[in-house]
């Protein structure tokens, strides 16, 4: 029944995840649950799952309001986070890509755009590409203002846009990970699964839906299959929540996934691991849960709730662990590709004289009237070159190198073990 659930080699702990203890291991790819119910909560962000692959490589599939504090936390560097896919667009599964897409910006990611995957629409208004548009129409003000700082390729956006009904479309084809795209029954046209492929395993997030034959389609075989559920409890939870019933009853039977449906599915597309996600965690409803799915599903199942669940995967085994999220940790410094020997960081599109009307800037208290007497640090109130600011790599302090780096020789060290592989006499 459980046969292959057990510990990944190279776990610093088989009992729970620590951010940034262990790298994910060359045959290997890791899922995080960033964020994983509808509604915000304190111990619950909107919906996002975070897979990192042992190449190196990393997606984001959905980025839900609050989801970011959880990647933060985990120990990734915002400009990390530079491929989002996206189920459909309601705003519990993109809430957060207004931030993402200016605080990347700021924090290091000026030498490749931010790229963004999603369905269309039945017409262009409902699509992906026209919400990305539309994103960058609401932040104009915030765009100009951090145009003060270096910006590069910063502010653009790469969307790929895929025909919502070319079931079993590729939308993502790189560094030998493929990505498929299905549509799913959510309402309205412009909602779809996705399904990642690389290095033999294979990971599935349905995002939103009803249960559909599609499902249990191209999630078959899957290695995880993750989908969403709701469980039949809709007058109690009328009861805690207060909302009406016949709402719960509705919105279930018209946009979500039934957990006796969602163990119906798993029990056709018979994955390695069934997980459950976009749910309320909550104990009136946890056991429910797990009852209505062991109705058909009698396979390895665990939530992918709360915040931070972790689930390391090989081709031989599976382990899935609580993630030791701190709550209020500092952010990761930037990381950057020195594959070239050098710092690059590009001058500012503007400055403040250029955006900002004399007379107020003219009202800033001089710092001389609150600064201590016997200290005035070396104000910048100026941008301090006039062209891109090129440091090469030797001359960093090595603190700097080492965490600005990182990320990056560990891709190299990666790429080493792969060839090294390939080079061996038995490979």
């Known amino acids: 029944m ?3 659930i057990n510990p990944t080699p190279g776990l610093a702990s088989a009992a ?12 290997e790819l890791r899922i995080t649950f960033m964020g994983s119910a509808p509604f915000l909560r304190p111990g619950q962000m909107n919906t996002s799952i975070f897979i990192e692959l042992g190449n190196g490589d990393n997606f984001v599939f959905d980025i839900g309001e609050g989801s970011v504090a959880n990647y933060i936390s985990a120990g990734l560097a915002i400009n990390q986070l530079d ?23 700021w ?7 931010l790229r963004v995957f999603g369905p269309s629409g039945r017409s262009p208004e409902y699509g992906t590409a026209h919400m990305v548009e539309g994103m960058k129409q609401m932040l104009t003000w915030h765009r100009d203002a951090f145009s003060v700082f270096p910006v590069g390729q910063g502010h653009d956006v ?8 070319d079931n079993g479309g590729v939308c993502y084809d790189e560094n030998g990970v493929r990505v498929i795209h299905w549509q799913r029954s959510h309402a309205k046209d412009g909602a779809s699964a996705y399904r990642l492929e690389w290095n033999g395993l294979k990971v599935v997030w349905t995002g939103d839906g009803r249960p559909s034959k599609l499902d249990a389609q191209f999630a078959a075989g899957a290695d995880v299959y ?3 559920t709701q469980p039949e409890l809709c007058a109690i939870s009328s009861g805690v929540q207060g909302v009406p019933p ?23 597309a018979n994955p390695r691991l069934f997980m459950t996600t976009h749910m309320p965690f909550d104990p009136y409803i946890n056991a429910e849960t797990v009852a209505e799915v062991r109705k058909h599903w009698k396979g390895p199942y665990h939530f992918g709730a709360p915040d931070g669940i972790v689930v390391n995967v090989t081709k031989d085994d ?17 990381q950057f590709d020195f594959g070239d020997g050098q710092l690059v960081v590009p001058h500012p599109p503007t400055s403040r004289a250029a955006i900002q009307e004399p007379f107020i800037r003219d009202q800033e208290i001089p710092p001389d009237e609150y600064y201590p007497d016997g200290y005035h640090p070396q104000l910048l109130p100026e941008w301090p070159v006039g062209s891109d600011l090129v440091v090469p790599v030797e001359d960093l302090p090595e603190t700097m190198s080492q965490s600005m780096g990182a990320a990056w020789r560990q891709q190299q060290a990666y790429k080493k073990q792969h060839l090294d592989a390939l080079a061996a006499p038995d490979a």
């Open 226 to 228: 993750i989908t969403e």
């Open 83 to 105: 491929k989002i896919f996206i189920t459909h667009l309601h705003v519990d599964h993109f809430g957060a890509l207004p931030w993402l897409y200016m605080f990347g910006g």
């Open 158 to 165: 790469d969307v790929t846009e895929f025909d919502f009904r």
């Open 16 to 27: 729970n995840w620590f951010p940034r203890s262990e790298e994910v291991g060359p045959e």
């Open 318 to 334: 599976i382990w899935v662990r609580e993630g030791v999220l701190p709550d209020y940790p500092n952010s990761r410094a930037p």
């Open 107 to 113: 924090a290091g990611r000026w030498h490749k755009p």
């Open 2 to 4: 459980f046969q292959g």
């Open 246 to 268: 016949f709402l719960g009853r509705y919105t279930l039977d018209t946009h979500h996934t039934p957990g006796y449906a969602a163990g119906y599915v798993a029990s056709r």
